[in-house]
């Protein structure tokens, strides 16, 4: 029974109760004409009622609308869902990196194969969810070589991101769980669609390799302000990696950087990366690079496999300056490892080692360097105009780099690399780049399980076409 019909049916109850005492028989069409208006009352007051209730209603159906509406737009290529509410949000991301290498080297050295590699692709997707979380999953199908090349490799090797952020504290401090890449270095914090050459520096590789690089199980906070950035991690083994109480190290990763503004064409970045690993057990760890390509599993510097570690340590700084279209940057790090066991090194129980480079580069179409405080790094070039055939020439870069890498250590022998690397790169638009690389090195490669070296000479013609969003 509706309100209407009950307010209706005690009115009518009472009326009647009136009409039948004698008292007030003498006043019926008085009592009637106060009936009438209490109806009349009744009957607005239930029409206040419908309206409130279609209008709450409208309300309701509106949120409710905006809440099951999906959005869905594009943002530099990359499907972008997101609920009406702004609660939840899912971006697609994608790459592929294909690369292509003519190689040559002199005879006192192992052959370097010639040949195509995807050495990248990758599908992920990243977003928010109940505004403060985040995450990121995203699975690399490529490899170097015979590294996840793509087949009989267990899948949780494939895992190049799983992991959560929250935000609540204040939007530009996050914690981070799981398993990824870390803000670490300055050529590292660069997204490999960004990075200038098409391999990152040997001095970054070795770096990462002990404590931070891609599939890295990890815990930790980074934050920033105007014009500094701040980032610590406890990380252990990569996903996929067999660890046990006696052989996983744990590592503390660690990276402070500030960057300053002298006019609105320049910037300064200036910063320092360092990692310590340590394991009570039996850790066990190793230090390598390619040459400048990964068409070939060859590693001309490589120390080969410490077993017995302590401890290792890499610190060093980083250096970045940019005017415009101009940018040079550099890094130095020295390693220091420490065995458990005596002489477990040719004799040696400690071993150091140094690795930098530096480098140039200057986009001939006059596009400026952007510098992003969040994670203290570059971005990518953004071509002022996408190319078009007859009209645009897109965005073009050349660039020059020397590193300088020594795992020698008096009796031992890791291998000493001196490489330069000439750069050319085309920017058709925000998603598809072409890289051109000329490489020369001066290699001395380890022999004789460490104890000795053989030099020789590399050459290698590099390309790479390269798609993201």
Same mark, same amino acid.
């Given at each position: 029974?509706?309100?209407?019909?009950i307010?209706?049916?005690?009115?009518?109850?009472?009326?009647?109760?009136?009409?039948?005492? %004698?008292?007030?028989?003498?006043?019926?069409?008085?009592?009637?004409? $106060?009936?009438?208006?209490?109806?009349?009352?009744?009957?607005?007051?239930?029409?206040?009622?419908?309206?409130?209730?279609i209008?709450q209603?409208?309300?309701?159906?509106?949120?409710?609308?905006?809440?099951?509406?999906?959005?869905?737009?594009?943002?530099?290529?990359? %499907? *972008?869902?997101?609920?009406?509410?702004?609660?939840?949000?899912?971006?697609?991301?994608?790459?592929?990196?294909?690369?292509?290498?003519?190689?040559?080297?002199?005879?006192?050295?192992?052959?370097?194969?010639?040949?195509?590699?995807?050495?990248?692709?990758?599908? =992920?997707?990243e977003?928010?969810?109940?505004?403060?979380?985040? @995450?990121?999953?995203?699975?690399?199908?490529?490899?170097?070589?015979? /590294?996840?090349?793509?087949?009989?490799?267990?899948?949780?090797?494939?895992?190049?991101?799983?992991?959560?952020?929250?935000?609540?504290?204040?939007?530009?401090?996050?914690?981070?769980?799981?398993?990824?890449?870390?803000?670490?270095?300055?050529?590292?914090?660069?997204?490999?669609?960004?990075?200038?050459?098409?391999?990152?520096?040997?001095?970054?590789?070795?770096?990462?390799?002990? !404590?931070?690089? $891609?599939? #890295?199980?990890?815990v930790?906070?980074? !934050? @920033?302000?105007?014009?500094?950035?701040?980032?610590?991690?406890?990380?252990?083994s990569?996903? !996929?990696?067999?660890?046990?109480?006696n052989?996983?190290? $744990?590592?503390?990763?660690g #990276?402070?950087?500030?960057?300053?503004?002298?006019? /609105? +064409?320049?910037?300064?970045?200036?910063?320092?990366?360092?990692?310590?690993?340590?394991?009570p057990?039996?850790s066990?760890?190793?230090?390598?690079?390619? %040459?400048?390509?990964?068409?070939?599993?060859?590693? @001309?510097?490589?120390?080969?496999?410490?077993?017995?570690?302590?401890?290792?340590? *890499?610190?060093? %700084?980083?250096?970045?300056?940019?005017?415009?279209?101009?940018?040079?940057?550099?890094?130095?790090?020295?390693?220091?490892?420490?065995?458990?066991?005596?002489?477990?090194f040719?004799g040696?129980?400690?071993?150091?080692?140094?690795?930098?480079?530096?480098?140039?580069?200057? *986009?001939?179409?006059?596009?400026?360097?952007?510098?992003?405080?969040s994670?203290?790094a570059?971005?990518?070039? +953004?071509?002022?105009?996408?190319?078009?055939?007859?009209?645009?020439?897109?965005?073009?870069?050349?660039?020059?780099?020397?590193? $300088?890498?020594?795992?020698?250590?008096?009796?031992?022998?890791?291998?000493?690399?001196?490489?330069?690397?000439? =750069?050319?790169?085309?920017?058709?638009?925000?998603?598809? #780049?072409?890289?051109?690389?000329?490489?020369?090195? +001066?290699?001395?490669m380890?022999?004789?399980?460490?104890?000795?070296?053989?030099?020789?000479t590399?050459?290698?013609?590099?390309?790479?076409?390269?798609?993201?969003?």
């Amino acid at each position: 029974m509706t309100l209407r019909n009950i307010l209706l049916a005690g009115t009518a109850l009472g009326a009647a109760a009136l009409l039948a005492s %004698p008292a007030m028989a003498g006043s019926a069409a008085a009592t009637q004409n $106060d009936i009438n208006t209490m109806k009349q009352q009744i009957m607005d007051l239930q029409q206040r009622l419908d309206d409130l209730q279609i209008s709450q209603g409208n309300e309701l159906k509106e949120i409710k609308e905006k809440q099951d509406a999906n959005q869905l737009s594009l943002e530099n290529g990359s %499907p *972008v869902f997101k609920t009406g509410d702004g609660l939840f949000t899912m971006a697609i991301k994608g790459r592929a990196h294909l690369d292509f290498a003519s190689t040559n080297n002199s005879s006192g050295l192992s052959r370097y194969n010639s040949g195509a590699n995807f050495r990248r692709a990758e599908i =992920g997707v990243e977003g928010t969810f109940m505004k403060d979380w985040g @995450y990121v999953f995203g699975l690399q199908f490529g490899g170097s070589g015979t /590294e996840n090349g793509g087949s009989g490799v267990s899948s949780s090797q494939f895992i190049k991101n799983a992991y959560i952020t929250y935000n609540g504290f204040g939007k530009n401090f996050t914690l981070k769980a799981g398993a990824g890449e870390l803000p670490y270095t300055l050529e590292y914090a660069t997204s490999s669609n960004d990075i200038t050459f098409i391999e990152r520096s040997a001095a970054v590789n070795e770096n990462i390799s002990i !404590g931070s690089d $891609d599939g #890295r199980v990890f815990v930790g906070a980074q !934050g @920033y302000g105007s014009n500094f950035f701040a980032a610590g991690f406890w990380t252990k083994s990569k996903t !996929g990696e067999t660890g046990t109480n006696n052989s996983e190290r $744990d590592n503390a990763v660690g #990276r402070l950087a500030f960057a300053f503004q002298p006019d /609105e +064409k320049s910037n300064i970045h200036i910063g320092a990366s360092g990692t310590y690993s340590f394991h009570p057990g039996n850790s066990s760890l190793s230090l390598s690079d390619r %040459p400048g390509i990964r068409t070939s599993d060859v590693k @001309y510097i490589n120390t080969g496999t410490f077993t017995g570690m302590d401890n290792a340590w *890499v610190v060093g %700084p980083e250096f970045a300056a940019s005017y415009g279209p101009v940018k040079v940057q550099g890094e130095y790090y020295h390693f220091d490892l420490s065995s458990a066991r005596s002489a477990s090194f040719s004799g040696k129980r400690d071993l150091s080692f140094d690795s930098w480079y530096a480098q140039a580069s200057w *986009v001939i179409t006059g596009e400026a360097y952007k510098y992003s405080m969040s994670k203290a790094a570059y971005g990518g070039v +953004k071509p002022a105009s996408p190319f078009s055939l007859g009209g645009s020439p897109g965005a073009w870069e050349i660039a020059a780099r020397y590193g $300088d890498s020594d795992l020698n250590d008096g009796t031992f022998k890791g291998g000493h690399e001196k490489l330069t690397t000439l =750069g050319l790169n085309w920017y058709v638009n925000n998603n598809i #780049r072409f890289m051109l690389n000329g490489i020369y090195g +001066k290699e001395e490669m380890p022999i004789s399980n460490n104890t000795a070296t053989s030099s020789g000479t590399f050459k290698a013609v590099a390309a790479r076409m390269q798609i993201a969003f």
